[in-house]
Structures are given as structure tokens and as C-alpha cells.
């Protein structure tokens, strides 16, 4: 019930990318907070596509196709349908980060889909790492569609293990400039009770847009990968989601909201 939520009346600054700032924005009205959606990123396409391109066009080779986003999902996508590899992405080993990038590929028609326990880079190398006999993890060849800057974590740690990692930047996240104003005057006047976070790059552009500073809100983070990086900019972390979905995030505020 709204009535005896620890959230009710709660001011949340959302700063995820509008597409995907909607599944979080109605978790925490559901729960009667009040949400404030200004996105610090924008997703655009690659600077280059031809990386990704020309492994569609060999997606056959691949022993898996992994997918660290639903961003990474929607621009692997678009380049299956405009190269008509379809039928072949259908035919590959699938992995994904964390269940919502797992429902995205899903969605395209996919039966299967390998998610870790844990919706972490480190934990999905390992997780296909197991899924692999021992024996043919020397020479796997595997597919990355990823943001054009991101952690290289499941790159490293398959390479380590002897697999041929090619990495194809599917999408750009780039400021966005254009509520910077905005973003500034909310903070300045502490108009948000709670500032979240979802991703490495919302927090580093938070900081660009308006430095480090908060305006006296508590901070929340998806992700203890995410939580990292916020204190890396200065910045306090008061809740960590324990499981890194909107849910999850909704859970962490309402724990710390009720134990404060």
C-alpha cells in the first residue's frame, strides 16, 4: 500500500536514458514517490558500425554472442536486419549482463539466453566460461556488442582463459548537454531527496553537467560496479541495490528510508 510506504512523498532524480528510465520511474511511483526524469547520457549510434558489421556477417563463426545492455541488444538489431543474419542469430549461443538486457534478446524471437546469478560483467565471463567444456575454452570465439567506451572486464577475463574476444561497439552514450541548466538549478535548490544512478557513464556525466555536488540528496546506486564509480567522483553512496534492476534499486531506497 502507497499509505505505509517508505517512499511516499520521496523526491527521486532518475538519470537513466529516457528509453529505459520508464520501467524504473513507474517502480518507484508505484510505491508513491514523486520521480524527476533528466537523463545525463543520450544513446546514439557508433561512431563506426563496420566493426559490427562485418561480424553479423560472419555471426556463424561466433561460439557466443554476447549482449551487455539492452542498448547493445537494440543495435545488434538493427544491423541483423539491415545485414538479413537473422536465421544465424538464431542458431548462436546467447549471453547477456543481467535479465532485462536477457528479455530484450528474448524479444527478438530467441529461445535461450544465458544470464549469471549476479548481473555483473565478472560473473557473466564466468558464467559462460562454465557453460563451455574446459577443454574448448582455448581458440572459443566470441562476440562482444557493447557500448563504444565500457569496461573491459569481460573482455579480459575471456581472454585470459584462451578465447578470441572480438569486441563491436553496438551504440555511444554521449553527455547530454541540453538539461544541464535544469540539472543545475534542481540540485542548487535541493529539490531531489534521492539522486540515482544506474550506469558508470550517467554518474561521470552527472559530474560533468553539475560537478560534484549533490544539493544535499542521498545517492543510490544500481550496482556496487555503479557505486564505484561514484564514490570515484566524490560523491556519497547511501543505498546499493542488491539486485541491480529497478525493483531492486526501489527495494535499497525503501530499506535505507525506513532504517533512517
Given amino acids: 500500500m ?3 510506504s517508505p517512499l511516499r512523498g520521496q523526491k527521486i532524480l532518475v538519470t537513466r536514458p529516457v528509453p529505459q528510465a520508464t520501467p524504473l520511474c513507474n517502480a518507484f511511483e508505484r510505491v508513491g514517490a514523486t520521480v524527476t526524469v533528466l537523463p545525463t547520457i543520450q544513446i546514439g549510434p557508433p561512431t563506426d558500425w563496420s566493426h559490427l558489421v562485418e561480424a553479423v556477417r560472419r555471426l556463424a563463426s561466433y561460439d557466443w554472442v554476447v549482449v551487455s545492455s539492452v542498448n547493445g541488444v537494440r543495435g545488434l538489431a538493427q544491423i541483423l536486419e539491415t545485414e538479413g543474419c537473422w536465421e544465424m542469430f538464431f542458431k548462436a549461443r546467447i549471453a547477456a549482463v543481467g535479465s532485462v538486457t536477457a528479455d530484450a534478446v528474448l524479444a527478438l524471437g530467441c529461445t535461450e539466453c544465458l544470464v549469471p546469478e549476479v548481473f555483473r560483467g565478472e560473473a557473466l565471463a564466468d558464467a559462460i566460461l562454465e557453460a563451455t567444456p574446459q577443454e574448448e575454452h582455448s581458440g572459443m570465439r566470441v562476440l562482444l556488442a557493447q557500448a563504444e567506451i565500457a569496461r573491459h572486464v569481460l573482455f579480459e577475463r575471456l581472454s585470459q582463459a584462451g578465447a578470441l574476444v572480438d569486441v563491436a ?3 555511444s552514450t ?9 540539472l543545475l538549478d534542481f540540485i542548487e535548490i535541493g529539490a531531489p531527496d534521492w539522486l540515482t ?3 558508470t557513464s550517467t554518474v561521470n556525466a552527472f559530474v560533468e553537467l553539475v560537478g560534484p555536488q549533490t544539493g544535499g540528496a542521498l545517492v543510490a546506486a544500481i550496482s556496487p560496479v555503479t557505486a564505484s564509480a561514484v564514490v570515484e567522483v566524490g560523491l556519497p553512496v547511501h543505498a546499493v541495490a542488491v539486485e541491480h534492476t529497478s525493483t531492486g534499486l526501489v527495494e535499497a531506497l525503501s530499506q535505507a528510508v525506513s532504517v533512517s
Avoid: G, L
Fill in 174 to 182: 554521449m553527455i547530454n548537454w541540453s538539461i544541464q541548466d535544469t
Fill in 169 to 171: 561497439p553496438a551504440y
Fill in 2 to 4: 502507497i499509505e505505509h
Fill in 197 to 199: 544512478f544506474t550506469a
